[in-house]
């Protein structure tokens, strides 16, 4: 896809993107080793310039939940992803253990409070134990439920083991679950066409760094987030019930805002278990 953007832009946007990310790491560092609230508010804040950056023009339907423990359910398309939802929310992500160990981009995902799992169907309720007491300590972190990265087209079957880690620890309060759905839309202000959204859709087999640097030359990408209403563990009845329900509801929004349709935040399912779920106001 490198024809259609310009390699001066990538270059001027990397130096850009550099000198705005080297000299916060060991900042984001400290604040990681001394577990200071600022480890939580600056990755926030880092993101959105990053987004601007790189030309992410976002637009929201509905609100991220205020409650905590949060988890976020969404779709993964691309690395961007983790920019966006960053810069609309304190959140920390779950990633495969191999990212762990790459160079750079390893160390920023580390440097998020990533919780890194094999997905292995051994290691399971070790990693949904992990992620329970992350949950359980406040905050939100959020769950690719494909496990992988898909071409943006459509949603892949999510994969409901990970949904463990909505059950909440004893006596603690219940663990808001909210889908999310994310959809590249537009580029330069024209719809992205199914032949054009590999230009930011990175997934299969398509190396990094590549992709990384065709995707920063680009123009303007306009991003659609659905916000749809959370719920609980408890109101699904199941891991699996509620992994369906989030499969569903982002399926339909995506094929909707990649339609050019008009995108709408979900209702939650019956409520039983719900009690103190709210959603954030704006910003």
């Known amino acids: 896809m490198g024809d259609i953007g310009s390699s001066a ?18 900042v984001q560092a400290l604040f990681v080793a ?17 987004a601007a950056l790189f030309g992410l023009e976002i637009r929201t339907t509905g609100t991220p939940t205020a409650a905590s423990p949060a988890l976020f359910v969404a779709n993964h398309v691309s690395y961007l992803d983790i920019v966006v939802l960053s810069a609309l929310a ?34 399971v309720d070790r990693e949904a134990n992990a992620l329970q007491q992350r949950l359980a300590a406040g905050g939100s972190i959020v769950l690719f439920a494909e496990g992988t990265t898909g071409d943006g087209n459509r949603a892949q079957r999510f994969k409901s083991a990970l949904f463990a880690a909505a059950e909440p620890a004893p006596g603690g309060p219940p663990v808001a679950v ?8 537009r580029l330069d202000g024209m719809p992205l ?21 065709a995707f920063i030359g680009l123009g303007r990408i306009g991003v659609e987030v659905i916000f749809h209403a959370p719920t609980s563990l408890a109101a699904a009845g199941s891991r ?17 805002a990649n339609a050019g349709r008009e995108t709408l935040s979900v209702p939650a399912p019956a409520a039983r ?9 704006p910003g």
């Open 9 to 26: 832009l990538a270059f001027v946007r990397a130096c850009l993107y550099l000198g705005l990310t080297l000299p916060l790491m060991p």
């Open 34 to 50: 001394l577990d200071l609230p600022a480890a939580r508010t600056l990755p926030r804040w880092y993101h959105a310039r990053c």
């Open 90 to 123: 304190e959140v920390s992500f779950v990633a495969k253990t191999e990212i762990a160990g790459w160079p750079f981009f390893g160390w920023l995902a580390k440097l998020q409070r990533t919780v890194f799992v094999a997905r292995r169907a051994r290691a």
């Open 273 to 281: 278990g719900l009690g103190g779920l709210k959603a954030a106001g």
């Open 178 to 185: 909210q889908p999310v759905t994310i959809a590249y839309t």
């Open 240 to 256: 699996k019930h509620l992994a369906q329900h989030c499969e569903r509801v982002i399926a339909h929004s995506l094929a909707a």
């Open 193 to 213: 066409c199914r032949s054009l959204r590999p230009a930011v859709a990175w997934y299969g087999d398509m190396e990094l760094l590549p992709h990384l640097w």
